[in-house]
């Protein structure tokens, strides 16, 4: 699987809770961040965590999250970010038109 | 003082001088630990061997060896830019061989930006070049704390970072192992590799001070 997201790309993280081995912590579940860096292809830790092969590796991104969205009661400076890594299948694309409307 | 064949004191006090063996004070999580390794073993998910290479690959790593990497970066530009591009292959000069799918990922410091490392999830931590990890850095505390309010966290351990300064932290959660390349602190521009080497401390390069200036 190749990479559909570049860096600079706005992207959410999803907001569902699955039982197992996730990487993807939960308090930035839900919340959106931009693409900082694309990392390559890695095995699926959910599936490397079942004794499985974690094939076909997935893209792996660098993703910069604005503190205030991480917390929004955050009371460090507002240009403070959160930088994680997160496997392609826990990206959507933003869609600000929706989510406003 | 007693000669030897003095015995007027009692048995319970020989009791008292001994340290009970470390295997009778195994907590739950140990022999948890102890009893998954020998099923992951006897069903061929590992060998004995792997595991033994794996904690040696580890403890290959000392913050010594992370200083001399950071130490380089400060005098070699293109060895900089090689970290920063792929910290694993600069880091492979060093016999530094990065763990199963991860990938050593340096950050650097500058004057807009200072970053600090942590792990949320559980511990991880660049071994193979850093050795094992303090204490405070696997503890709830460090690791809940550092990702919510980092600039409490940092000034806990005597960081104050000038004004305007972002703070970036990153959160170790897959397959990256991150490195925070310090800021050559200001007055050392003399100096010899060896001695910037002496500077870095294991925390600078966690991010949770600065290098500072020679004193």
Redesign the interface.
């Given at each position: 699987m190749s990479a559909r997201f570049a860096i600079g790309d706005t992207v959410r993280i999803a907001e569902r809770y699955p039982p197992g081995h996730i990487?993807?912590?939960y308090?930035i579940r839900g919340k959106t961040g931009v693409v900082a860096d694309v990392?390559g292809a890695?095995?699926n830790?959910e599936e490397r965590a079942k004794?499985r092969d974690g094939l076909p590796e997935l893209p792996?991104y660098?993703i910069r999250f604005r503190?205030t969205e991480?917390?929004p009661d955050?009371?460090?400076?507002p240009?403070?970010?959160?930088?994680?890594?997160?496997?392609h299948h826990w990206l959507e694309p933003d869609k600000p038109a929706e989510r406003s409307g | 003082m007693p000669t030897i064949g003095d015995h007027d004191h009692s048995h319970e006090d020989h009791e008292r001088t001994f340290q009970p063996d470390e295997e009778d004070s195994l907590g739950y999580y140990a022999i948890a630990e102890m009893a998954v390794r020998e099923l992951l073993i006897e069903r061929g998910i590992f060998t004995a061997d792997e595991f033994r290479r794996h904690l040696e690959v580890a403890d290959h790593g000392n913050q010594a060896l992370g200083a001399k990497v950071v130490a380089r970066a400060w005098t070699d530009p293109d060895f900089k830019a090689s970290l920063l591009r792929d910290g694993s292959v600069a880091v492979a000069e060093y016999d530094v061989e990065m763990l199963g799918h991860t990938r050593l990922y340096a950050v650097e410091n500058t004057h807009d930006v200072h970053n600090v490392i942590v792990c949320t999830l559980c511990s991880c931590y660049p071994k193979p070049l850093l050795g094992l990890p303090p204490d405070w850095y696997k503890s709830r505390n460090y690791r809940a704390r550092v990702a919510r309010e980092p600039r409490k966290v940092l000034a806990e351990f005597g960081t104050f970072l000038p004004e305007g300064v972002t703070v970036r932290v990153h959160d170790s959660n897959a397959d990256m192992r991150y490195l925070v390349l310090p800021m050559r602190p200001a007055g050392t521009e003399g100096y010899t590799v060896e001695q910037l080497e002496g500077l870095v401390t294991r925390d600078a390069m966690i991010g949770v001070t600065v290098v500072g200036a020679p004193v």
């Open positions: 990487r993807t912590p308090y990392l890695f095995p830790p004794a792996l660098r503190q991480a917390w955050y009371d460090g400076d240009g403070d970010t959160l930088d994680m890594e997160i496997y | -």
